[in-house]
């Protein structure tokens, strides 16, 4: 079967949830026994997120193969299991950098470099993934980013047009909008919608299914009305309407028959519908859980997408724990020695979140401190892990002035250092200790059982500064374990104090390979031992 390749646009406004529908259309073509893969074109001139602020566009989420990608392709991951690469994500930074490379080389002859045909041509190029080697793919679901009529957007969107003439029935375009309801009239407004898919018409494209984001159910009269002046079928007409989880959405999808309608689109025959009986699972555990149990995230982004990957893998470990886990963030800057105790009172357990520069630095190691004298459970992640380190070289090891050097350059206790590699280089975007590297684990300890016994694994990283060696003989004698170390640069990938309940740090991120039908296993060990600690509420 020739690859077939769908398109999924938004309308209206933004963050309406093209990245859960096109994860969740991903997860419905596999449990049919269909090879998928999903991709992300952004219509930002950046190279890729890395250098974003996190209140801008939250998460940076990082691939295996070391790309600094959107917090979309944590959706992907987390839904389908699928393991994406620098291929599923592509920004126009990329696409321009890629074609004025060439034009510098001399590739074009030259000929005069326009947005049509050369650029158009690039990112024509890279939705049909011609330059992936190895792949035998059933579906490629292509999500970009923004709103029809964004003007970043004008080039993704004629690229669409021309593939759409391309490809014939092996293409389908998938269109997402909002309908709002006005509170005033009492009613579900449905012209935003009409507008955009107009909008999207006048670009020559017109959808084949339309997704209808809604806050209340939609009626099939409604439905009737966008599909008669939109020029769709009743049946390609479907609502995601508001759920209590983001996991019910394909099962939503599903029942509504968005996967068969697209197939029907396509010309391939439908057959019966899959029972997803693992997927049924998970949600009927997740309705099941009552318990509650608390853990405080501490961290400087007080925004729900600044965490993505780390709240929902606590929240996938709650749901296999039998809980719900209650995440309660606490900002960092403002935490200090005299209201740490009021503040994370009643937690269950504690989460330093990674992040980079000054700000929020007192707090987390005023967090760890706190998390390991009360013998609260703790999960330090890559910055967190490196605050866990650097209190304890002030408290136990008796280094007043121990410090990272990258908060403090000139500290004589550099317990935190930068990597060897990274100081020759100058420039921020895409230098960093990116992607997945081995780590040997020291069997017997607690991060080792919590991996199931398993001497070696992988973990994706993100990072420039790490525990610096000439000080592992003096944190072993005291009580730290050096536990984790890469075996081909001797890097120390995990600290835990045995002596405590659980206090783990790892300068890895294992957020980042949590997924809704595997969620990671120290995830699983650490909310184990939050429910352990006694504040599980039923």
């Known amino acids: 079967m020739?690859?077939?390749?769908?398109?999924?646009?938004g309308g209206v406004v933004s963050s309406l949830g093209k990245g859960i529908i096109s994860a969740s259309l991903g997860k419905l073509l596999q449990a049919r026994g269909f090879k998928v893969t999903i991709q992300k074109f952004d219509p930002y001139i950046n190279i890729d997120p890395g250098t974003l602020n996190p209140y801008e566009h939250g998460e940076c989420y990082v691939t295996a193969d070391g790309m600094e990608t959107d917090l979309d392709l944590g959706h992907y991951e987390r839904f389908t299991g699928i393991r994406t690469t620098r291929e599923n994500s592509i920004t126009t930074g990329r696409i321009y950098k890629t074609v004025i490379d060439r034009e510098r080389r001399g590739d074009y002859l030259g000929k005069t470099i326009q947005v049509v045909p050369h650029i158009t041509d690039e990112i024509k190029r890279r939705m049909l993934r011609q330059d992936v080697k190895g792949e035998?793919?059933?579906?490629?679901?292509t999500e970009v980013g923004g709103t029809i009529g964004d003007i970043e957007s004008a080039p993704f969107m004629e690229a669409i047009r021309q593939l759409r003439w391309q490809l014939g029935r092996d293409a389908v375009c998938v269109h997402l909008t909002y309908v709002p309801y006005l509170k005033a009239a009492e009613e579900l407004k449905t012209k935003p919608t009409q507008h955009s898919v107009k909008e999207l018409q006048g670009m020559g494209i017109q959808p084949d299914i339309i997704v209808l984001r809604t806050e209340r159910h939609l009626d099939d009269a409604l439905r009737m009305k966008v599909a008669s002046f939109c020029n769709v079928d009743l049946e390609c007409v479907v609502q995601s309407e508001d759920l209590p989880s983001i996991y019910e959405v394909p099962v939503s999808m599903q029942r509504q028959g968005l996967d068969a309608a697209i197939l029907r689109k396509i010309g391939i025959p439908v057959g019966e519908t899959p029972a997803m009986k693992a997927w049924h699972d998970f949600l009927n555990?997740?309705?099941g859980?009552?318990?509650e149990v608390?853990?405080?995230l501490v961290g400087k982004y007080d925004l729900q997408d600044a965490y993505k990957s780390i709240r929902e893998s606590l929240n996938l470990a709650g749901i296999y724990d039998d809980v719900k886990v209650k995440i309660h963030f606490v900002a960092s800057q403002?935490?200090?020695?005299?209201?740490?105790?009021?503040r994370l009172a009643g937690m269950s357990g504690i989460v330093i979140c990674p992040g980079f520069g000054q700000r929020g630095i007192p707090g987390k190691i005023v967090a760890a401190e706190y998390a390991r004298t009360h013998d609260v459970p703790c999960f330090g992640i890559c910055l967190g892990m490196q605050m866990m380190v650097i209190e304890f070289a002030r408290d136990v090891l008796g280094y007043a002035d121990a410090d990272s050097s990258e908060m403090r350059p000139d500290t004589p206790h550099n317990v935190i250092d930068m990597m060897e590699e990274q100081k020759s280089i100058t420039q921020m975007g895409g230098t960093m200790r990116l992607g997945e590297y081995p780590c040997q684990l020291r069997p017997g300890s607690r991060a080792c059982e919590a991996y199931g016994g398993k001497g070696s694994v992988a973990e994706r990283h993100r990072h420039r500064y790490e525990?610096?060696?000439r000080y592992r003989e003096a944190y072993e004698k005291a009580g730290m374990q050096c536990v984790g170390v890469n075996p081909d640069a001797d890097l120390v990938e995990v600290v835990e104090i045995p002596s405590l309940r659980w206090y783990i740090g790892t300068q890895f991120h294992p957020e980042y390979s949590s997924t809704v039908l595997h969620p990671h296993p120290l995830f699983i060990s650490f909310i184990k031992a939050c429910i352990g600690n006694g504040n599980a509420e039923a």
């Not at 020739?2 to 646009?9: D, E, L, P």
């Not at 403002?334 to 009021?342: G, H, I, K, P």
């Open 294 to 296: 608390s853990v405080a």
């Open 136 to 141: 035998d793919l059933d579906f490629v679901i």
């Open 467 to 469: 525990f610096n060696n």
């Open 2 to 9: 020739a690859t077939k390749y769908i398109f999924i646009t």
């Open 334 to 342: 403002a935490l200090t020695r005299e209201n740490v105790a009021d």
């Open 285 to 287: 555990k997740q309705r």
């Open 289 to 291: 859980a009552k318990r």
